[in-house]
C-alpha cells in the first residue's frame, strides 16, 4: 500500500485509540479499536492441551492403569494379574489364563516415537487448473502463528485454494465425500488450467522449506493424481507418507469447511465419540479392555454354544416319544443339569429301561426254547416214565404197611420171644417164621427202592420240563408299539405254559412248541424291526445330547476363568470410562470456555461433555442448560442453526490445536456463515487466542469477519481474494499487523482534534508497535521457512525486550548483534529510531504525518532485508 493510500478510520475508534496510548501501553499488547462486548477468559494456552499419544505418556498410562489395578478392592490376585496381563499383549493374556504370567517390572519410557510427525506451517497455496482457479494462483501466508482471514465474494475461488490445500492432503474433501459423484468429477477448471496442479509450500521443523505437490496427466481422473513431497535440496518422494500424518490427519483435522462444521453434529453422538477419544491417547488402555472382552467372548463361546443348543436339544427332546428323551428333558430343566445322568443317558449307560421300550426291547430278544433242548427234555420225561412202568409195585402204600408191620412184628418177637401170632393167634412166631420174615423184607426193600429210584427220576424229568416251561417268559404288551405278531405269539406262549404236572408234559410240550417257536420267532422279528426304527429316531437325539454334554462340561471347566475375566473386564470398562472422562476433562473445559465466547447473547449453557457407553452404545453427551434448567435429552435439542454451528467450533477447535498435533495451523472455510453479528464478535476473539500459539487460517465470504477484525485490532492479516474473466483469480493483501498500527497512526496524525503534544506521542507508540509486528512477523517467518522449532523461535523472541534488539534479532539472527549501522544507513531509519525510543515519552517535532511516512519505509525495510 501506498504511503498516501491510509484508508480514514471512525473518529471514535481513533480518539478512544488516543486516550489508551497516553499511557506507557507495553509493546506487546495489541491496541483494541472497540471495547469487547463481553470478555470471555479462553484457557486456550500453550501446553493447556497435552498430547498422550507419545510414548512418555503411554508409559505413565501404564502406570496409571497399574495402581488402579493394584488399588481395586473388586479384583482377586488372580483378576489382577489378568489385566496387567491385557495391558501388556495378547501373547501375556494367554499365558495369564494358562497360569504362565509373571508380571514384568514396568518403567516409563521417556523416548519418542522414531516416526513422530513433523511440525508446519503453511507459506502459500498455488493451484492451477482446479475448481474455480484456471491460470495459476497463488495465496501467500504468513507462517507462523497468527490470524490470516481470507475474504472474497461467493464464486472468487478463495474456497478453491482451501479445498486445494484438503485435496493435498487428504486425496479428497469431505464436500465431495458427502455428494453425488458428479461433484468429484468437475474438479477441473473449465477455462484454463493445464497442466493442472496443486502446490502447498511448508515451513517444515527440522527440515525447512518443504513443498506437497499434486499432478494431474491430461485426461486424468481425480484419484489419477501423483503425489510428492519435497524438502530443501533434496529429491522428491512419492506420497506424503514421509512427513508422518497419515495417523494425524484423522486425529487433529486441521481443515474444517462449512460442510464439514454443519455435518459434525449430524454425524451421531458415536462419531464424536470417535473423534474426540481418538486423540485423548487412551490407546493402551482401550487395546487393554479389547483384549479382556474379546478373551471374555471366547472364553464364554462355549458356554453360550451350550445355551443355544440346551434350548435346540430340548425342543427336539419334547418331540420325541423316547422315554428316555422324557428323561433327559426333565434333567435338562435342573439348574444345573446332571452331566453325568445326561451322559449315561446319551451314550446307554443309564440303567435298564422301563415300561415300553423295554417291553419292547424284551420283545426283540423273545426266543423259544431250543428245539433240541425240548426233545431232550421230553424224552427225558418219556424214558423216566418207562422205568418206572418196569418196576412198578400193585400198591407202594401196601406194601410200606405191611413191610412196617412186619419190622413190629419182628420188634415184638425180639422182646417177647418164641410164641403165637399176636395179631391172628394162628401161627407161631418162632426162628423159622423169624428167617422167612427177614428174607421177605430184604427182598421187598429192594423193589422198593428201586422203585422209588425210578419214580424220583421221573418226578426229576417232570421238573425239568415243568422248569423249561415256566423259563419262558411271558410277552408283554409294549403299549406305544404296535406288533401284529404279538397277539399269536402271547396265545401260544399262554398254551404252552398250561404244561400238567405228570408225565403227559412230555406231549403238551411237543404238541405246544411249534406254534410257541413260530409264535415267538415272528413276534421276536417284528419287535426288532420296530426297535431298530425306534432307535434310529433316538440316534440322533443322542449324539446331540452326548456332543451337548461335552459342550456343557468345557463350559463348566471354565467358570473359573470366565468369572476372573469377567471381573477383569469389568474393571477395565469402567477404568477406560473414568480415563476418558478424566483425560476428556481438558476438551471439556476448553470447549465450555471456547462456547462462552461464541455463544453471546445465547440463553444455552453447555454444562459438559461427558464419554458414555461402549462399542455400538458409545455416544458423546453433551449436557446442557436453558436459563438454569436442564435440557433433557442433551444441547442439540434446544440450539438454533447458529447455536449448532458455534457448538460444532467449540468441539472442533480443541481437537485442532492439541500440542501433540503436528499441524501448526488450523484452516477454517466460511464459518461465520449462520453466525448472528455477536457471535462473530466472539468468534474473532477464540481466533484471535487460538492464532498466539497456531497459524489460523479463515475463508469467509462474509464482510462481518474482516471487519470485526479491523474493529477490534485484532494482529490479523486479511487478504482479499477476486475473480475476474476466465477463472483468473487474484490475491491482494488488504492489511496486516503492522500495516493496521500505521493506518491508525495515519489517521491520529490527521486528525485536527487530536492535541498536538497527545498526537506525537501517541503516533510515537504506534510506530513502535509497528516496527516491532513487521520485525516479528518477519523473524519468525523465516526462522521457520529454515526450519527452526517453532518454540526455539517463540523463546528467542520473547527473550528479547527492546524494539532495537528485535530488529537486530530480525535482521542479524541475534538480539545482541549492533545494527547501528542499519539504523543510521536511511534517513528515515534515523527518524523512525527516534520516533520509537524516545518520542513515546518525550514527543516530537515534525509534521506527523512525514513521520508515519517514514515509519512505513522503515517497515518495508525490515520487511525486504534491505541493508
Given at each position: 500500500?501506498?504511503?498516501?493510500?491510509?484508508?480514514?478510520?471512525?473518529?471514535?475508534?481513533?480518539?478512544?485509540?488516543?486516550?489508551?496510548?497516553?499511557?506507557?501501553?507495553?509493546?506487546n499488547?495489541?491496541?483494541?479499536?472497540?471495547?469487547?462486548?463481553?470478555?470471555?477468559?479462553?484457557?486456550?494456552?500453550?501446553?493447556?492441551?497435552?498430547?498422550?499419544?507419545?510414548?512418555?505418556?503411554?508409559?505413565?498410562?501404564?502406570?496409571?492403569?497399574?495402581?488402579?489395578?493394584?488399588?481395586?478392592?473388586?479384583?482377586?490376585?488372580?483378576?489382577?494379574?489378568?489385566?496387567?496381563?491385557?495391558?501388556?499383549?495378547?501373547?501375556?493374556?494367554?499365558?495369564a489364563?494358562?497360569?504362565?504370567?509373571?508380571?514384568?517390572?514396568?518403567?516409563?519410557?521417556?523416548?519418542?516415537?522414531?516416526?513422530?510427525?513433523?511440525?508446519?506451517?503453511?507459506?502459500?497455496?498455488?493451484?492451477?487448473?482446479?475448481?474455480?482457479?484456471?491460470?495459476?494462483?497463488?495465496?501467500?501466508?504468513?507462517?507462523?502463528?497468527?490470524?490470516?482471514?481470507?475474504?472474497?465474494?461467493?464464486?472468487?475461488?478463495?474456497?478453491?485454494?482451501?479445498?486445494?490445500?484438503?485435496?493435498?492432503?487428504?486425496g479428497?474433501?469431505?464436500?465431495?465425500?458427502?455428494?453425488?459423484?458428479?461433484?468429484?468429477?468437475?474438479?477441473?477448471?473449465?477455462?484454463?488450467?493445464?497442466?493442472?496442479?496443486?502446490?502447498?509450500?511448508?515451513?517444515?521443523e527440522?527440515?525447512?522449506?518443504?513443498?506437497?505437490g499434486?499432478?494431474?496427466?491430461?485426461?486424468?481422473?481425480?484419484?489419477?493424481?501423483?503425489?510428492w513431497?519435497?524438502?530443501?535440496?533434496?529429491?522428491r518422494?512419492?506420497?506424503?507418507?514421509s512427513?508422518?500424518?497419515?495417523?494425524?490427519?484423522?486425529?487433529?483435522?486441521?481443515?474444517?469447511?462449512?460442510?464439514?462444521?454443519?455435518?459434525?453434529?449430524?454425524?451421531?453422538?458415536?462419531?464424536?465419540?470417535?473423534?474426540?477419544?481418538?486423540?485423548?491417547?487412551?490407546?493402551?488402555?482401550?487395546?487393554?479392555?479389547?483384549?479382556?472382552?474379546?478373551?471374555?467372548?471366547?472364553?464364554?463361546?462355549d458356554?453360550?454354544?451350550?445355551?443355544?443348543?440346551?434350548?435346540?436339544?430340548?425342543?427336539?427332546?419334547?418331540?420325541?416319544?423316547?422315554e428316555?428323551?422324557?428323561?433327559?428333558?426333565?434333567l435338562?430343566?435342573?439348574?444345573?443339569?446332571?452331566?453325568?445322568?445326561l451322559?449315561?443317558?446319551?451314550?446307554?449307560?443309564?440303567?435298564?429301561?422301563?415300561?415300553?421300550?423295554?417291553?419292547?426291547?424284551?420283545?426283540?430278544?423273545?426266543?423259544?426254547?431250543?428245539?433240541?433242548?425240548?426233545?431232550?427234555?421230553?424224552e427225558?420225561?418219556?424214558?423216566?416214565?418207562?422205568?418206572?412202568a418196569?418196576?412198578?409195585?400193585?400198591?407202594?402204600?401196601?406194601?410200606?404197611?405191611?413191610?412196617?408191620?412186619?419190622?413190629?412184628?419182628?420188634?415184638?418177637?425180639?422182646?417177647?420171644?418164641?410164641?403165637?401170632?399176636?395179631?391172628?393167634?394162628?401161627?407161631?412166631?418162632?426162628?423159622?417164621?423169624?428167617?422167612?420174615?427177614?428174607?421177605?423184607?430184604?427182598?421187598?426193600?429192594?423193589?422198593?427202592?428201586?422203585?422209588?429210584?425210578?419214580?424220583?427220576?421221573?418226578?426229576?424229568?417232570?421238573?425239568?420240563?415243568?422248569?423249561?416251561?415256566r423259563?419262558?417268559?411271558?410277552?408283554?404288551?409294549?403299549?406305544?408299539?404296535?406288533?401284529?405278531?404279538?397277539?399269536?405269539?402271547?396265545?401260544?406262549?399262554?398254551?404252552?405254559?398250561?404244561?400238567?404236572?405228570d408225565?403227559?408234559i412230555?406231549?403238551?410240550?411237543?404238541?405246544?412248541?411249534?406254534?410257541?417257536?413260530?409264535?415267538?420267532?415272528?413276534?421276536?422279528?417284528?419287535?426288532?424291526?420296530?426297535?431298530?426304527?425306534?432307535?434310529?429316531?433316538?440316534?440322533?437325539?443322542?449324539?446331540?445330547?452326548?456332543?451337548?454334554?461335552?459342550?456343557?462340561?468345557?463350559?463348566r471347566?471354565?467358570?473359573?476363568?470366565?468369572?476372573?475375566?469377567?471381573?477383569?473386564?469389568e474393571?477395565?470398562?469402567?477404568?477406560?470410562?473414568?480415563?476418558?472422562?478424566?483425560?476428556?476433562?481438558?476438551?471439556?473445559?476448553?470447549?465450555?470456555?471456547?462456547?462462552?465466547?461464541?455463544?453471546?447473547?445465547?440463553?444455552?449453557?453447555?454444562?459438559?461433555?461427558?464419554?458414555?457407553?461402549?462399542?455400538?452404545?458409545?455416544r458423546?453427551?453433551?449436557?446442557?442448560?436453558?436459563?438454569?434448567?436442564?435440557?433433557?435429552g442433551?444441547a442439540?435439542?434446544?440450539?438454533?442453526?447458529?447455536?449448532?454451528?458455534?457448538?460444532?467450533?467449540?468441539?472442533?477447535?480443541?481437537?485442532?490445536?492439541?500440542?501433540?498435533?503436528?499441524?501448526?495451523?488450523v484452516?477454517?472455510?466460511?464459518?461465520?456463515?449462520?453466525?448472528?453479528?455477536?457471535?462473530?464478535?466472539g468468534?474473532?476473539?477464540?481466533?484471535?487466542?487460538?492464532?498466539?500459539?497456531?497459524?489460523?487460517?479463515?475463508?469467509?465470504?462474509?464482510?462481518?469477519l474482516?471487519?470485526v477484525?479491523?474493529?477490534m485490532?485484532?494482529?490479523?492479516?486479511?487478504?482479499?481474494?477476486?475473480?475476474?474473466a476466465?477463472s483468473s483469480?487474484?490475491?491482494d493483501?488488504?492489511?496486516?499487523?503492522?500495516?493496521?498500527?500505521?493506518?491508525?497512526?495515519?489517521?491520529?496524525?490527521?486528525?485536527?482534534?487530536?492535541?498536538?503534544?497527545?498526537?506525537?506521542?501517541?503516533?510515537?507508540?504506534?510506530?513502535?508497535?509497528?516496527?516491532?509486528?513487521?520485525?516479528?512477523?518477519?523473524?519468525?517467518?523465516?526462522?521457520?521457512?529454515?526450519?527452526?522449532?517453532?518454540?526455539?523461535?517463540e523463546d528467542?523472541?520473547?527473550?528479547?525486550?527492546?524494539?532495537?534488539?528485535?530488529v537486530?534479532?530480525?535482521?542479524?539472527?541475534?538480539?545482541?548483534?549492533?545494527?547501528?549501522?542499519?539504523?543510521?544507513?536511511?534517513?528515515?531509519?534515523?527518524?523512525?529510531?527516534?520516533?520509537?525510543?524516545?518520542?513515546?515519552?518525550?514527543?516530537?517535532?515534525?509534521?506527523?504525518?512525514?513521520?508515519?511516512?517514514?515509519?512505513?519505509?522503515?517497515?518495508?525495510?525490515?520487511?525486504?532485508?534491505?541493508?
Amino acid at each position: 500500500m501506498a504511503p498516501n493510500a491510509f484508508p480514514r478510520y471512525p473518529l471514535r475508534a481513533i480518539r478512544q485509540l488516543t486516550v489508551r496510548h497516553e499511557t506507557n501501553t507495553p509493546v506487546n499488547e495489541r491496541p483494541l479499536l472497540l471495547d469487547r462486548i463481553q470478555q470471555v477468559d479462553l484457557t486456550i494456552t500453550e501446553g493447556s492441551m497435552t498430547d498422550t499419544g507419545n510414548s512418555g505418556e503411554a508409559g505413565h498410562l501404564v502406570q496409571e492403569i497399574s495402581a488402579r489395578v493394584e488399588a481395586a478392592p473388586s479384583l482377586t490376585d488372580e483378576a489382577k494379574l489378568c489385566v496387567l496381563a491385557a495391558l501388556d499383549g495378547d501373547a501375556e493374556l494367554a499365558e495369564a489364563l494358562e497360569g504362565r504370567y509373571s508380571p514384568p517390572e514396568r518403567q516409563v519410557s521417556t523416548e519418542a516415537d522414531d516416526r513422530a510427525p513433523v511440525g508446519a506451517f503453511i507459506s502459500s497455496i498455488q493451484a492451477r487448473g482446479f475448481r474455480g482457479i484456471g491460470a495459476e494462483s497463488r495465496l501467500e501466508l504468513h507462517p507462523a502463528p497468527g490470524l490470516t482471514v481470507v475474504a472474497g465474494r461467493n464464486g472468487s475461488g478463495k474456497s478453491s485454494f482451501s479445498e486445494a490445500l484438503e485435496v493435498a492432503l487428504t486425496g479428497s474433501t469431505y464436500r465431495w465425500r458427502k455428494k453425488a459423484t458428479a461433484w468429484s468429477q468437475h474438479w477441473r477448471n473449465l477455462h484454463d488450467g493445464e497442466p493442472w496442479s496443486i502446490r502447498i509450500e511448508l515451513a517444515e521443523e527440522g527440515a525447512g522449506s518443504t513443498t506437497i505437490g499434486v499432478d494431474w496427466a491430461a485426461g486424468a481422473e481425480l484419484a489419477e493424481r501423483n503425489v510428492w513431497v519435497q524438502r530443501s535440496r533434496q529429491s522428491r518422494e512419492p506420497g506424503i507418507e514421509s512427513l508422518g500424518w497419515t495417523r494425524a490427519l484423522d486425529l487433529y483435522q486441521p481443515i474444517l469447511s462449512y460442510e464439514e462444521l454443519g455435518g459434525l453434529l449430524e454425524a451421531g453422538p458415536s462419531k464424536l465419540f470417535d473423534k474426540l477419544d481418538a486423540i485423548l491417547g487412551l490407546d493402551q488402555a482401550t487395546d487393554t479392555e479389547r483384549r479382556l472382552a474379546e478373551a471374555l467372548k471366547r472364553l464364554q463361546e462355549d458356554d453360550k454354544a451350550a445355551k443355544a443348543e440346551q434350548r435346540t436339544v430340548k425342543a427336539a427332546l419334547s418331540e420325541s416319544d423316547d422315554e428316555r428323551a422324557a428323561e433327559a428333558f426333565a434333567l435338562l430343566n435342573k439348574r444345573p443339569p446332571a452331566l453325568d445322568d445326561l451322559a449315561a443317558i446319551a451314550v446307554g449307560r443309564k440303567n435298564t429301561p422301563i415300561g415300553d421300550l423295554a417291553r419292547l426291547q424284551a420283545l426283540a430278544g423273545l426266543r423259544a426254547p431250543d428245539r433240541a433242548e425240548v426233545a431232550a427234555v421230553t424224552e427225558a420225561v418219556r424214558k423216566a416214565d418207562r422205568k418206572l412202568a418196569d418196576h412198578a409195585i400193585g400198591s407202594v402204600d401196601a406194601a410200606a404197611r405191611r413191610a412196617q408191620l412186619l419190622r413190629d412184628t419182628l420188634a415184638f418177637h425180639d422182646h417177647a420171644g418164641d410164641g403165637p401170632c399176636p395179631v391172628c393167634g394162628v401161627g407161631t412166631l418162632d426162628s423159622a417164621w423169624r428167617q422167612q420174615v427177614e428174607r421177605e423184607l430184604e427182598s421187598e426193600d429192594a423193589e422198593l427202592i428201586v422203585f422209588q429210584k425210578a419214580r424220583a427220576e421221573r418226578d426229576r424229568a417232570v421238573e425239568q420240563a415243568r422248569a423249561l416251561a415256566r423259563e419262558v417268559p411271558a410277552p408283554l404288551r409294549a403299549g406305544q408299539f404296535a406288533l401284529e405278531a404279538f397277539d399269536t405269539a402271547r396265545t401260544a406262549w399262554e398254551l404252552w405254559s398250561q404244561a400238567p404236572d405228570d408225565s403227559a408234559i412230555a406231549d403238551h410240550l411237543d404238541a405246544t412248541y411249534e406254534d410257541l417257536a413260530e409264535g415267538f420267532a415272528a413276534l421276536s422279528r417284528e419287535a426288532k424291526e420296530t426297535l431298530t426304527a425306534h432307535e434310529d429316531r433316538w440316534a440322533p437325539l443322542a449324539q446331540r445330547l452326548a456332543a451337548w454334554v461335552g459342550l456343557a462340561r468345557r463350559a463348566r471347566e471354565q467358570e473359573a476363568s470366565v468369572g476372573m475375566v469377567k471381573s477383569a473386564h469389568e474393571f477395565m470398562k469402567k477404568c477406560v470410562t473414568d480415563l476418558r472422562n478424566e483425560h476428556g476433562e481438558r476438551i471439556t473445559n476448553i470447549a465450555r470456555d471456547i462456547w462462552a465466547a461464541l455463544k453471546q447473547e445465547s440463553n444455552v449453557d453447555l454444562d459438559g461433555i461427558e464419554f458414555k457407553g461402549t462399542n455400538t452404545r458409545r455416544r458423546l453427551e453433551l449436557r446442557a442448560n436453558v436459563d438454569g434448567a436442564d435440557a433433557t435429552g442433551g444441547a442439540l435439542g434446544v440450539m438454533s442453526q447458529g447455536e449448532l454451528q458455534a457448538l460444532g467450533l467449540a468441539l472442533f477447535l480443541p481437537r485442532a490445536t492439541m500440542d501433540g498435533s503436528p499441524f501448526r495451523f488450523v484452516v477454517l472455510d466460511d464459518p461465520v456463515q449462520a453466525m448472528d453479528p455477536a457471535k462473530v464478535d466472539g468468534f474473532a476473539d477464540v481466533l484471535a487466542k487460538i492464532a498466539e500459539h497456531r497459524q489460523v487460517i479463515v475463508f469467509s465470504h462474509d464482510d462481518r469477519l474482516p471487519q470485526v477484525v479491523r474493529q477490534m485490532g485484532l494482529d490479523a492479516r486479511i487478504l482479499e481474494v477476486t475473480r475476474k474473466a476466465n477463472s483468473s483469480v487474484r490475491v491482494d493483501a488488504c492489511s496486516d499487523p503492522a500495516q493496521r498500527y500505521l493506518d491508525d497512526a495515519h489517521a491520529v496524525a490527521k486528525d485536527c482534534e487530536v492535541p498536538d503534544d497527545v498526537k506525537k506521542r501517541v503516533i510515537g507508540g504506534m510506530a513502535r508497535m509497528a516496527v516491532e509486528a513487521a520485525a516479528r512477523d518477519t523473524y519468525m517467518a523465516r526462522r521457520f521457512i529454515a526450519g527452526d522449532h517453532r518454540t526455539d523461535v517463540e523463546d528467542r523472541w520473547a527473550q528479547t525486550r527492546s524494539t532495537s534488539q528485535r530488529v537486530a534479532l530480525t535482521l542479524s539472527g541475534a538480539g545482541s548483534n549492533d545494527v547501528s549501522s542499519w539504523w543510521t544507513a536511511k534517513p528515515w531509519r534515523r527518524s523512525t529510531r527516534y520516533l520509537v525510543r524516545d518520542a513515546v515519552h518525550q514527543g516530537t517535532s515534525g509534521d506527523a504525518i512525514d513521520l508515519v511516512r517514514d515509519v512505513w519505509r522503515t517497515v518495508d525495510d525490515i520487511r525486504s532485508g534491505r541493508r
